[in-house]
């Protein structure tokens, strides 16, 4: 039972428009979300967060927001550059404070 | 500062070995995990733990086991290796419940023949 989910394998955009990525849960007691980005051959690197009771959460180019009726997050990359191509993960924090992720959105960023 | 550290970085198996995934972290944290990924099933949880003496399991348990005799070091343990434990493996740490943000180690690849 996959209670994080992302339904989209894969995302191609190009260079200077917006990647949003999408990622839905089904558990209504997570109470943080994370996004990590991944590089082949290396570990997952944090890239931005949410708490529960926030609809959104902005750094730089990166924003992700919540929809926690729809229990649903996205995360938007505005503008997308060649260098965001990675593996993107959406985690959810338990009330065990264990992270449950999804399977992975992989971004390619056309130049 | 070297945060978190996975040796091996590749290791092959055969059928019924066993073998232990080192994890250190220099970062004094509570809170250590252990993750494995698959393709199209993404980070699955493991085990973790939220201190020293205390370990809980997480998703996918079963064939592991760990201990964490102290707080900078979280080995995982194959008991008896299946070829379905071949995957990617990552250690990760972090402040505690109330910092979410997990440090992660560099992986490691376990292959089982």
């Known amino acids: 039972d996959q209670q994080v989910k992302q339904n989209s394998p894969s995302l191609s955009v190009q260079e200077g428009r917006i990647s949003i990525l999408n990622c839905d849960y089904t558990n209504s007691m997570f109470d943080y979300f994370l996004w990590y980005k991944k590089y082949p051959a290396e570990g997952p690197t944090f890239l931005i967060s949410?708490?529960?009771?926030?609809d959104k959460n902005e750094d730089g180019r990166f924003t992700v927001f919540l929809n926690k009726s729809a229990k649903h997050l996205s995360l938007h990359i505005v503008p997308s550059q060649p260098g965001d191509s990675a593996v993107y993960f959406c985690?959810?924090?338990?009330?065990?404070?264990?992270?449950?992720f999804g399977q992975g959105t992989t971004l390619q960023v056309k130049p | 500062n070297a945060g978190v550290t996975q040796t091996p970085k590749f290791q092959v198996l055969k059928t019924g070995q066993s073998m232990t995934l080192q994890c250190a972290q220099d970062m004094n944290h509570e809170y250590m995990s252990w993750y494995r990924q698959d393709p199209g099933m993404g980070l699955r949880l493991i085990h973790y733990?939220?201190?020293?003496?205390?370990?809980d399991q997480g998703e996918v348990p079963n064939g592991y086991n760990v201990s964490r005799s102290t707080t900078e070091d979280f080995p995982l343990r194959l008991l008896s290796a299946a070829p379905s434990q071949t995957s990617v493996y990552f250690c990760a740490s972090s402040y505690g419940r109330a910092y979410t943000e997990a440090f992660f180690g560099q992986g490691t690849r376990l292959t089982v023949v």
């Open positions: 949410i708490s529960s009771i926030k």
């Open positions: 985690a959810a924090r338990g009330n065990t404070g264990k992270l449950i």
């Open positions: 733990s939220v201190g020293a003496g205390i370990t």
